[in-house]
C-alpha cells in the first residue's frame, strides 16, 4: 500500500524559514530533552530554569558564556564555510588542535615581547596552522577526489595523537622539562594572556571580538564578492561551474584552507582566553569542533546567525558545568546539543522539501 504523502522538492524557499527553521529545531529538541528527562525522573521546567539561570541569568554567568562560546564561534564559522561550498569538512576539531599547537608555539617564541605582539603572533600561527591541516583535505579533494569526510575525520585522530605526543611521549618544545609525574605543557607568561574587554559589568573576552569580526568578513566574502558568488556557483552545479570556466579545484583547496584557518583561530583563542597552555586533555574532552557542526547547522550556514548560536551552546557548556552534581544529569548538555543537530538537519530538510498528499483515482494514483 502507498503512503498518501510524499515529499516534493520545493521551487521556491518561503522567507520564514530562514528564522522559522531553527526556532522550530530549538524548540523540538528541548521538547524531545524534556521528555528524556521526564523519563528518568527529572522536572524539564526546573531543569531548564537551572540552565537559564546559570547560563544567562546574571552578568558573571553571561561573562563566562562568553569564554565557552569563542571556540564554538570559531568552529561554526569554520563549518559553515566549507559547507556552503557543498564541503563536508568534519575536521574542525583536527584543525583547531593545530591551532592550538601553533598558538602555544608563537606564545612561547615569542614570550620577550610586547603583548599586541605576542598575540598577534599567536593569531597567525594557529590560522596557519589549522590552514595547513586543512588542506591536505583540501588538496587530495581536487586533486584525487577523495572523500572529504573521511579524510578530514581522519586527520582528527592524528591531531589527537600528535597532540598528545607532544606533551606525553616527547621532550619537545611545547613541553614544561619542570614537570613531573603527569607531563604539562609550558605556561605561557602573563604578555601572552589576551585581552578582557570591559562592556559595563559583562567582560568580554579578546577571542569573542575577534571571531564577531571574522563572521563579518566571512559574511561579505560570501555574499558581497566575487569569490562567493563562485562558491555558490560550484555548490549548485560543480560542472556547471566548470564549463563557466571557475577554476573548481582551486577553490575546493582555498574554501578547506579558510575553514582551517578559522578552526585554527579558535584553538589560538581556547589557548589564549582561557587555557595559557598547551592542554592536551583538555582541549580534546571539550570537543569544540563537533560542537561547531552543531552551530552552523542550527544557524543554517549564516555567518551572523552563528556568533548568536554558539553563545547559546556556550550558555548550555557553561550551565552544564556549573550544575554538575548528583542531582543533575551529566549527559545532559550533550544529549542537548545531539538533539539540536538532529532536529535542525530534519528542519533543512522540510526547507528543501514539501510534504504534499497524495490523491488516488481509479486509473492510479495522481498528486
Not at 522559522?20 to 523540538?28: K, T, W
Request: proline fraction near 4%; include cysteine.
Amino acid at each position: 500500500m502507498q503512503s498518501p504523502l510524499r515529499l516534493e522538492r520545493r521551487l521556491t524557499q518561503p522567507k520564514w524559514l530562514n528564522w522559522g527553521v531553527p526556532l522550530l529545531s530549538l524548540l523540538g529538541a528541548l521538547i524531545l530533552g524534556g521528555i528524556v528527562l521526564a523519563a528518568t525522573g527529572k522536572n524539564p521546567i526546573s531543569v531548564y530554569m537551572r540552565i537559564l539561570e546559570r547560563g544567562f541569568a546574571s552578568t558573571d554567568a553571561f561573562s563566562r558564556t562568553l569564554i565557552s562560546a569563542t571556540p564554538y564561534a570559531f568552529t561554526g564559522l569554520a563549518a559553515s564555510v566549507a559547507f556552503r561550498m557543498g564541503l563536508i569538512n568534519i575536521g574542525g576539531e583536527g584543525q583547531l588542535y593545530l591551532g592550538t599547537i601553533g598558538a602555544a608555539f608563537a606564545g612561547i617564541a615569542f614570550a620577550d615581547q610586547p603583548t599586541p605582539i605576542i598575540i598577534a603572533a599567536m593569531i597567525i600561527c594557529g590560522m596557519l596552522f589549522g590552514g595547513f591541516w586543512a588542506s591536505i583535505v583540501g588538496v587530495l579533494k581536487a586533486k584525487f577526489s577523495t572523500n572529504e569526510i573521511i579524510t578530514s575525520l581522519m586527520l582528527n585522530y592524528i591531531a589527537a595523537i600528535l597532540l598528545d605526543y607532544l606533551i606525553f611521549n616527547s621532550k619537545s618544545y611545547w613541553r614544561d622539562p619542570k614537570s613531573f609525574g603527569f607531563p604539562t605543557g609550558k605556561r605561557l607568561v602573563e604578555g601572552a594572556y589576551w585581552y578582557d574587554m570591559s562592556f559595563g559589568p559583562i567582560t568580554v573576552p579578546f577571542g569573542f571580538l575577534v571571531a564577531i569580526i571574522a563572521a563579518g568578513i566571512v559574511w561579505f566574502l560570501y555574499n558581497r564578492t566575487r569569490f562567493g558568488y563562485e562558491v555558490s556557483v560550484i555548490a549548485s552545479s560543480p560542472s556547471a561551474a566548470r564549463y563557466a570556466g571557475i577554476r573548481t579545484r582551486w577553490k575546493i583547496i582555498t574554501v578547506m584552507s579558510l575553514s582551517g584557518a578559522l578552526a585554527g583561530l579558535g584553538g589560538a583563542s581556547d589557548v589564549g582566553d582561557f587555557r595559557h597552555v598547551l592542554d592536551s586533555k583538555g582541549v580534546q574532552i571539550a570537543g569544540y569542533g563537533y560542537t561547531g557542526i552543531v552551530v552552523a547547522a542550527l544557524a543554517r550556514l549564516n555567518p551572523i546567525s552563528a556568533i548568536f548560536v554558539a553563545v547559546f551552546l556556550g550558555g548550555l557548556s557553561n550551565a552544564g558545568y556549573a550544575l554538575q552534581g548528583p542531582d543533575f544529569p551529566s549527559g545532559l548538555v550533550g544529549t542537548l546539543q545531539g538533539l539540536i543537530l538532529f532536529t535542525a538537519v530534519a528542519g533543512e530538510i522540510l526547507t528543501r522539501y514539501r510534504i504534499k498528499r497524495q490523491t488516488y483515482v481509479a486509473e492510479g494514483v495522481s498528486s
